[in-house]
């Protein structure tokens, strides 16, 4: 699609056949995306480069050569980027390429592909992504014609279908099963252990649901009583995190942090002092932010990004119409992105086409001049603008044809045979 030699591609993995644990390993944290983007420039055939990040996918956005090994490819990048092998679980990297690949970037910043159908975060996830690639000089000519599609497409799903509405999110579906474990939030207090957008989109549902008191524990104490003010909550150090949690009914874990959190030996500590009082916690992070073994414990139910599933299913059934309605403007937003391709790539042979008709016109109306000398300014210009009448009645339908030329299929007999009928020079007119 993007011109000899090259295409695009899209190489990575996701929720949908990797677990937690794998998603985990290759994660990109946003300080290390410029490294891991000139990792990914620095290989052979790859040309320009957008790596996206998030809870349930890691994904490379590329134009590369058409020889580039997607699979291969990824599997270095997990290698030099986290010291991560990727070959025993080869199976789970997906591949797509040309028009695949767009569709599914299409689909990707539209939310269709979430986990959480409709979730609002990976537009802006996407966008980040992009602006990354761009400040690290990684993207060119190719994802600026590609990517930003991918946004316009997504705007118009969001302003044009209900499956955006009702904040459907990964931090929504949290606080379903919370209200699933307790049947009722109303009057349970909560422990936010991170400030960032999840959390703060977790604090905001748990108090519309009625959450009596909500307490943020962060690194960062500023981060903390800002989002503590939007949610009438309470900004604790970091570091009194057992000792909010011995007081809370939920927890929900929303950080960076590259390691455990909480471990079994803290949290026991916890639920030993509040015999038959169960304790909700719910691990939203990338990597893990709970240690496993903490589930075992009597009295405390965990559950990290993977166990939302059961509560993504209940809220697609709500959307499939809506999801429906987006596959058809994705549909169409392909169908417009591949013309306009088609005819970007083969603009040079319709201005040649143009050219030489207009050649042909304006010879003629010289000739006709020279004869008849009395025809005067006023004359020329009707004649002329007859001729260019006639010119683009005669164009129309060939320019028609060459634009049907399928941007997969090669173009050379088609394009050969109106060059030949109109007597274009190949060779001035062959895309470069």
């Known amino acids: ?36 983007l000139q990792y990914v420039t620095e290989q052979r055939g790859v040309r320009e480069c957008m790596v996206l990040s998030t809870c349930n996918r890691t994904e490379l956005y590329l134009s590369v050569e058409t020889w580039v090994d997607g699979r291969e490819l990824f599997i270095g990048f997990a290698r030099a980027t986290r010291g991560f092998d990727m070959e025993p679980v080869a199976d789970q990297i997906y591949v797509k390429r040309d028009l695949e690949a767009v569709n599914h970037l299409f689909r990707v910043a539209s939310s269709l592909d979430s986990l959480v159908l409709g979730e609002p975060q ?9 602006r990354e690639a761009e400040s690290c000089g990684s993207v060119d000519r190719d994802l600026h014609r590609w990517v930003p599609r991918a946004f316009a497409a997504a705007k118009q799903v969001r302003n044009e279908t209900g499956i955006c509405e ?9 606080v379903q099963l919370a209200r699933k474990i307790f049947e009722d939030i109303c009057g349970k207090s909560v422990v936010l252990l991170g400030a960032g957008k999840m959390a703060e989109l977790a604090a905001l549902h748990l108090k519309e649901a009625g959450a009596c008191s909500i307490t ?23 570091e009194r995190r057992y000792e909010e949690i011995a007081h809370a009914d939920i927890v929900i874990c929303s950080t960076d942090a590259p390691h455990f959190i909480l471990d079994p030996k803290g949290v026991r500590e916890i639920v030993r002092h509040r015999p038959r009082r169960p304790l909700l916690i719910l691990d939203i992070s990338i990597p893990r932010n709970v240690d496993p ?52 790539r083969l603009g040079p042979e319709i201005a ?11 010879s003629e109306l010289d000739r006709v001049e020279q004869k008849l000398p009395e025809l005067g300014p006023e004359g020329r210009r009707e004649l002329e603008q007859m001729l260019h009448r006639i010119a683009q009645k005669i164009l129309h339908p060939a320019i028609m044809e060459i634009k049907s030329v399928d941007s997969r299929e090669p173009k050379a007999s088609k394009l050969g045979m109106i060059k030949k009928l109109f007597g274009i020079d190949r060779q001035a007119t062959t895309v470069p």
Not at 11 to 26: A, L, N
Not at 122 to 130: E, N, P, S, Y
Not at 166 to 174: G, M, T
């Open 216 to 238: 943020i524990a962060n690194r960062t104490m500023s981060r903390a009583e800002e989002l503590a003010s939007r949610c009438c909550g309470l900004a604790v150090e970091f």
């Open 166 to 174: 009702a904040a459907v999110s990964v931090s929504y579906a949290a």
């Open 352 to 362: 040649a086409l143009r050219n030489r008709v207009r050649s042909i016109c304006l």
């Open 122 to 130: 990976i537009l802006g996830q996407t966008k980040a992504a992009f």
């Open 1 to 36: 699609m993007i011109g000899a030699g090259a295409t695009y591609m899209v190489c990575g993995v996701s929720y949908h056949k990797s677990s937690v644990d794998v998603r985990e390993q290759v994660a990109i944290a946003p300080a290390r995306l410029p490294d891991a």
């Open 293 to 344: 073994e903490v589930s075992s414990l009597d009295g405390v139910y965990l559950f990290n990004i993977d166990d939302l599933d059961t509560v993504v299913q209940a809220n697609r059934q709500g959307r499939l119409a809506e999801a429906a309605r987006a596959e058809d403007l994705l549909r169409q937003a392909l169908e417009k992105f591949v013309q306009e391709e088609t005819e970007s």
